[in-house]
Structure formats: structure tokens, C-alpha cells
């Protein structure tokens, strides 16, 4: 019985269905098939694909662009259920490019080009088994490339990104958003260290994170924390006491957006609801009259979303 769960987990349709239904993806369809064409960027894209954003995914419109320098955590791709189309790059990318170290983890997860280190604060939390995620490490030299070049392949159009990559997200992001590509990009998943001492040298922590966005037009609209198990007794029997870390969601703000074109509000319209920030899809559309007019003439029933919106905002 084991054998047959674990191989319905792992099968590519099943799990598409899965979220699919955890979604109620068929309130949105014609919603999917009126995006326009749409940049999604996933950097660190190991082992499975990025289903949060279930709404692009499922759309022909969608350029989905697997980053990821270990090709074998790609696999994936091979038996890809989507609509969207998928791409692969098999290179980790840095801030300039070139070659780079990489700090390969013996879990290869926690593989990073910061160097991974305990501080004094962590060695009581971490415990043997932390220890052994992280270490024994290997230094190697790879080539990189820049998140700005992968973005310039994929088009001039309307981006949104994933970042997660052991404490490197923000200087890799740097590049796109000190770029030509800066004005593509309208949503960013990004993970961030909450910790006063992260476990990897030099990585900001999520204020710095959201100091540097806000710079650029960005709100943190939403975070989704993760604990640190303690390895007292006392602690491990309720996990969640102690944050670790999380996954930040910045979305362009709506005084900025709105001077963008109206394929990128789409867009972000779009990252609102695949992200379940129903109350924040359902003002911005109301108060874009372009972005109304922009999906009826794709023959989205906006009424029927309008009422959509607001049962699951009540739901």
C-alpha cells in the first residue's frame, strides 16, 4: 500500500490534478487561457515544479523557466504535465556571472555560493542531524550566468520570480532588477532568513530583503514561515515555536503599477490570485477599468469572476 502512495505521489498528472482541485482551477479557466504571454522564472526549481502558481502553469501563454545547476533535480521536465511551456537552464546564476564556488551540502539541497556556517546563536537548535544536512562541505568552481540574460531569453514580456537558493536570492535578483528587465518584472517569490544569524555567510536577512524591493516599487504582501525544530524535548514537541526562515511574496505596488502596461497588470492580477490574495485581485481589478475591458475582450465573463472573487473571499 506504501509502494502504490508513494508512486501516485510522484506521478506528474497527479499531482497537476491534485492542485488543480485544491484550487477550483475551473472557476479561472478562461481567466487562464486570456493571460498574456508571461514570463515565470523559478530559480532553484529542484525536484518538482513551483505549483503555487498553479494559475500560469496552466496556461499556453506561460514561459516557464526551470533554473537549476544540478540537471539530475530536472528530471521532472521529462514528463511535464502542463500547459505552459517549459525550458530548462542548467547553470546556477550569481549577481555578475562567471565563474563562481559553489558550497556543495552533503544534502545537495542545502548547496549554496555562500558558504554555509554555524553560529554560536544556532548550535544548540541545530542539533546532530542539522550538522550532518550541512556537513561534510565541498568547494567547486562553476560557470554562472546572470538572472538578467535569463530573463532577455525568455522575452520582453511581463515577469514573475522564484527565488530559492540557500541564502544567495537577493544578490542574484540584483542583476534583473539593476537591468534593462527591471520594468518586466510585476511579482517575486523570494525565500529569506528570519534568523539573527543566518546559517549561510552573509546572507540579508528578510528586512534587508524587503529595504532593498521597496526601493524599486515593491510591497511584502505575504509570508509563509517555517520553523526550526529544537532538539529539546520540550521545544520538539511543539515545532513551531522557533522561525527559521520563509518564502516572501513582493508584488509592485498599485500606484506603480498602474502606469504599466496593461498586460503587465494582467499579469499581476494573475500573480494576486494564484498567491490567494482574493481581496487584493478583487480592488485592483474594480478600480482598472483598462484591465475589465482588456479580459472581456478575451471573453473572460467578468461578472461571473466578480462573483467568483467574492465567495471565496467569503468562503
Not at 119 to 143: A, D, N, T
Amino acid at each position: 500500500m506504501i509502494n502504490i502512495i508513494t508512486r501516485l505521489s510522484s506521478n506528474p498528472k497527479l499531482q497537476m490534478w491534485k492542485r488543480q482541485m485544491e484550487m477550483k482551477y475551473w472557476k479561472f479557466g478562461g481567466l487562464q487561457k486570456a493571460l498574456p504571454i508571461t514570463n515565470c522564472v523559478d530559480v532553484g526549481a529542484s525536484y518538482y515544479p513551483h505549483t503555487s502558481w498553479w494559475l500560469f502553469l496552466g496556461s499556453s501563454n506561460t514561459n516557464w523557466v526551470a533554473v537549476e545547476p544540478n540537471e539530475k533535480n530536472l528530471m521532472y521536465l521529462q514528463r511535464w504535465p502542463w500547459k505552459a511551456k517549459s525550458r530548462a537552464v542548467v547553470m546556477g546564476l550569481s549577481e555578475v556571472g562567471g565563474k563562481q564556488f559553489l558550497y556543495v551540502t552533503n544534502t545537495d539541497s542545502g548547496s549554496s555560493l555562500l558558504e554555509p556556517v554555524i553560529p554560536p546563536s544556532m548550535k544548540h537548535r541545530l542539533g546532530e542531524e542539522g550538522v550532518q544536512y550541512f556537513f561534510p562541505v565541498r568547494k567547486v568552481e562553476i560557470e554562472t550566468k546572470t538572472l538578467l540574460s535569463v530573463i532577455d531569453e525568455a522575452g520582453k514580456n511581463p515577469t514573475i520570480i522564484k527565488l530559492d537558493t540557500q541564502g544567495s536570492e537577493l544578490s542574484i535578483l540584483k542583476s534583473a532588477l539593476n537591468g534593462a528587465t527591471s520594468s518586466q518584472v510585476v511579482g517575486i517569490e523570494i525565500e529569506c532568513s528570519l534568523l539573527s544569524d543566518p546559517l549561510y555567510k552573509d546572507s540579508p536577512r528578510l528586512w534587508e530583503v524587503a529595504t532593498y524591493l521597496e526601493n524599486f516599487g515593491f510591497e511584502l504582501l505575504g509570508l509563509d514561515v517555517f520553523p526550526r525544530r529544537s532538539t529539546s524535548k520540550k521545544i520538539s514537541s511543539t515545532p513551531k515555536l522557533l522561525v527559521n526562515e520563509c518564502d516572501a511574496v513582493f508584488t509592485l505596488r498599485h500606484d506603480v503599477i498602474i502606469d504599466k502596461s496593461v498586460d503587465q497588470r494582467a499579469v499581476l492580477f494573475g500573480f494576486y490570485l494564484t498567491n490567494n490574495f482574493y481581496r487584493e485581485a478583487l480592488i485592483f481589478i474594480e478600480s482598472d477599468i483598462e484591465l475589465v475591458e482588456y479580459f472581456h475582450n478575451k471573453g473572460v465573463d467578468i461578472t461571473k469572476l466578480l462573483r467568483t472573487l467574492s465567495k471565496l473571499l467569503n468562503s
